[in-house]
């Protein structure tokens, strides 16, 4: 168990929906990260929040977006959802805010299906 | 911008036998280098990490990896591989962006073992 909790764990929902994931992290850990996970994508990181600030951004499209509430879990939205993003979305979390210098503890994944 | 590449998708070994996935890494300095593992249904899991110093890592569950800068390559060996080593293994390196830096993926190798 990595102590880090994400909810839910299954997510089935039509285009155009608009879902929120929750990640809580590990007890102590000030960052969080969100991937996102597809069989044509690998494993493809979203953005990054440290101590409630955003920290570093990838490959995230506009119509998703995520913060880290002062009590550092974070929500990923997905809005106007595609089918395209079908996907299994993981959040991880660090002690520190660098991706080198404390290592990355990962939540078992909210698998989001849109039909 | 720096990457990983994992040259093979899927690696089958029989128990016992001696296990070695390729990674190559892309980046002019010494890279920070990581191997995760993930077991199914499970969020990724830590195998071990190089950053700097000796070039033959180890790591949990029996793993090493040897860093090599003549071949860009970061290989992950065990010496005799166990049926729960069955999963999926993805090399990673810290792609620096200025004042961000990401934890960037390889596309996988995804190992089954035989009895």
């Known amino acids: 168990d990595s102590g880090v909790t994400q909810t839910p764990k299954h997510l089935i929902t039509a285009t155009g929906q608009r879902v929120t994931l929750r990640c809580s992290p590990r007890?102590?850990?000030?960052?969080v990260y969100w991937y996102q996970q597809s069989l044509d994508q690998g494993l493809q990181f979203l953005i990054q929040?440290?101590?409630?600030?955003?920290?570093a951004k990838g490959n995230i499209l506009e119509r998703f977006s995520a913060q880290q509430f002062p009590d550092l879990h974070s929500e990923l939205n997905l809005s106007s959802l595609e089918l395209g993003d079908s996907a299994l979305y993981f959040c991880?979390?660090?002690?520190?805010?660098?991706?080198?210098?404390?290592?990355?503890?990962f939540g078992n994944g909210t698998r989001l299906t849109v039909t | 911008a720096q990457s990983v590449t994992q040259p093979d998708i899927h690696i089958t070994v029989s128990e016992g036998a001696s296990l070695e996935l390729r990674c190559n890494y892309s980046?002019?300095?010494?890279?920070?280098l990581f191997w995760y593992v993930q077991s199914p249904g499970q969020g990724l899991q830590l195998l071990l990490k190089?950053?700097?110093?000796?070039?033959l890592v180890q790591g949990i569950k029996g793993f090493e990896a040897e860093f090599k800068r003549s071949q860009s390559s970061f290989n992950l060996r065990k010496p005799s591989v166990h049926w729960s080593d069955a999963a999926e293994y993805f090399c990673?390196?810290?792609?620096?962006?200025?004042?961000?830096?990401?934890?960037?993926f390889g596309t996988g190798t995804l190992l089954a073992v035989q009895p």
């Open positions: 991880a979390s660090s002690v520190l805010g660098e991706p080198y210098n404390s290592p990355l503890h």
């Open positions: 007890s102590g850990d000030l960052s």
């Open positions: 929040y440290y101590n409630g600030e955003e920290r």
């Open positions: 980046y002019g300095a010494t890279p920070y």
């Open positions: 190089y950053f700097s110093g000796d070039t």
């Open positions: 990673a390196v810290v792609a620096y962006g200025g004042a961000t830096n990401k934890l960037i």
